[in-house]
């Protein structure tokens, strides 16, 4: 798959794959291109060429919002949660589709489960939480959509290391449920740990990938990635 | 004494006026709010409204109070049209209006504004008519209250309740503020980007139109194809003194807008009554340009 913004190419034939129940991370330093690789997995993003499959099916000309209805959820870079509405609603609004809307209340039970501090915060507008707490949101959020597989775009950004590992414990939990996961992390340190598998996304190009215990290792990453922090 | 009982007439005049006028300015505050378009033609729609009315008094004897239900629902299917013909090409896939599309948006209605008067001048002459609508009158006092007005801006305030209500306690509302907030975000829970939008625009239409059928009450033998260039500007104040996408900065703003008119004439000459009420602006956007309601 290869994808850019206007004239400007970003990812160059990057190939991929997430298997079911696993968590596949991209690491790479800023502008590796790894939120566009992404979004073209959401569906923000139109490529240029190559196309996305997800169990087995074609979705490449699929807008956005019929990829969250198939089982593909995102937790975009930034959150894009909805600041003026309340935790709950927020939360409430990731069962729009018809198949979500009908376990939503058994979801919203699964997700205050999780993360017993956002039921503490339901009747709060989302501005008003601190950024841990919208991680958390923005992850119960797709959890409401009922995903097979939830994409997440940097869930460590702006946050302590302490509450950073304490999502990424969440995310291993919900692998234990049967959910995949695509992760592009900054920190990759702290992603490589939970990760079944990794890409390392360097100028747009794989430059490695493999099991992170493999990639650890490697000159290459340690080269592209950790020198350069 | 006597200066003392204008003025409450006028207060009186001008609340219940600023009712109607809030519901002909809310729903093009819905549109601005949600949709983040600001529809040109919105005045034209006010008319038709009125001429809604007038064709159902006419030909099915209903007053206008019975005509704003019917309008609501014709201006359901005309929002939903407009959405699709006007604004879906410049608006899908972008996940916040572009200065361009603005433009694109302002002069398609600017275009629809002048069609739609023009053709109202063949089909229903540029001779205003009027609805005959007298319930009767309340006596305060010295104060003698025309039903017809009260009972509009009862009806008024109900739908201006009724948007918030929807907006607020159910789930296609949430959805629809959600849309408002963040488009790319409210297709990432799943929802069709256009169609939000184009209930949110259906509803808009909906609340003008009937607005239009309310208004007749104040405008007894003023129902003409041109009547929208006067209330569409009126509408337009109303919002930005309310502020955009605020639902009840509607009501703010149109009782402002009301009293400030109805206390300027009683003064005055009409005339300055509605330059003062495009003056009021200026204050209101140096001072709070985000509208009066916080």
């Known amino acids: 798959m290869s994808a850019g913004y206007g004239g400007t190419q970003v990812v160059w034939d990057v190939s991929m794959q997430c298997k079911d129940g696993t968590i596949s991370v991209i690491v790479g330093p800023n502008g590796a291109g790894k939120t ?59 069962a729009y589709s018809r198949r979500a809307r009908h376990a939503a209340g058994a979801t919203l039970d699964f997700v205050y489960g999780l993360f017993p501090k956002l039921k503490e915060r339901a009747k709060l507008n989302v501005g008003k939480l601190s950024g841990g707490e919208q991680q958390m949101v923005s992850i119960g959020r797709a959890l409401m959509t009922r995903p097979k597989m939830i ?19 969440k995310l291993v939990e919900l692998r234990k449920e049967g959910l995949s996961m695509l992760i592009v992390e900054q920190n990759a340190f702290q992603a490589l740990r939970v990760a079944d598998y990794a890409y390392v996304l360097q100028e747009g190009k794989v430059i490695n990938e493999g099991p992170p215990a493999e990639l650890m290792d490697s000159e290459e990453l340690r080269k592209a990635y950790f020198s350069i922090e | 004494m006597v200066a003392v009982e204008l003025i409450v007439r006028d207060l009186a005049f001008g609340l219940m006026l600023g009712c109607v006028f809030s519901v002909v300015a809310h729903g093009l505050n819905i549109i601005w709010g949600v949709v983040k378009v600001v529809n040109i033609a919105h005045g034209e729609f006010i008319m038709l409204g009125a001429y809604g009315a007038y064709f159902l008094n006419l030909f099915a004897g209903i007053t206008p109070l019975e005509s704003a239900p019917v309008n609501a629902v014709i201006g359901l299917l005309v929002g939903y049209a ?39 001048i063949i089909l229903f002459t540029g001779n205003p008519v009027g609805v005959n609508y007298n319930p009767g009158t309340l006596q305060f006092g010295y104060l003698h209250v025309p039903l017809a007005a009260l009972y509009v801006a009862i009806v008024s305030i109900l739908i201006i309740a ?39 625009t259906a509803l808009g239409f909906a609340v003008t139109m009937a607005g239009g059928a309310l208004l007749t009450v104040w405008v007894p033998v003023g129902i003409n194809p041109l009547m929208g260039a006067l209330y569409a500007p009126i509408s337009f104040v109303i919002v930005v003194l309310g502020g955009p996408g605020k639902m009840w900065g509607s009501l703010v703003g149109g009782l402002t807008l009301g009293v400030l008119i109805d206390l300027v004439q009683a003064f005055a000459t009409a005339q300055i009554a509605y330059a003062a009420a495009f003056l009021i602006l200026i204050p209101v956007l140096v001072f709070r340009p985000g509208g009066i309601l916080k």
Request: aromatic fraction near 10%; include cysteine; hydrophobic fraction near 40%.
């Open chain 1, 36 to 94: 566009t690789t992404l979004k073209t997995v959401n569906g923000l993003l139109k490529p240029w060429s190559g196309g996305i499959y997800f169990g087995g099916n074609n979705i490449t000309d699929f807008p956005a919002f019929r990829r969250v209805e198939g089982g593909l959820a995102s937790c975009p870079e930034g959150r894009r949660l909805f600041p003026q509405l309340s935790t709950e609603t927020n939360l409430m609004l990731g």
């Open chain 2, 82 to 120: 407009f959405y699709y013909a006007f604004l879906h090409r410049e608006l899908r896939n972008k996940q916040t209006i572009t200065l361009q599309s603005e433009m694109v948006t302002l002069a398609a209605t600017f275009g629809l504004s002048l069609f739609i008067s023009n053709l109202a």
């Open chain 1, 151 to 169: 994409i997440l775009d940097e869930p460590s950004l702006g946050l302590a290391p302490k509450l950073t590992a304490e999502i990424f414990e």
């Open chain 2, 162 to 200: 009724g948007t918030w209500l929807f907006l607020e306690k159910t789930f296609i509302g949430s959805t629809i503020r959600a849309y408002s907030q963040d488009v790319t975000a409210t297709e990432l829970v799943g929802a069709n980007p256009a169609t939000v939008a184009s209930l949110a």
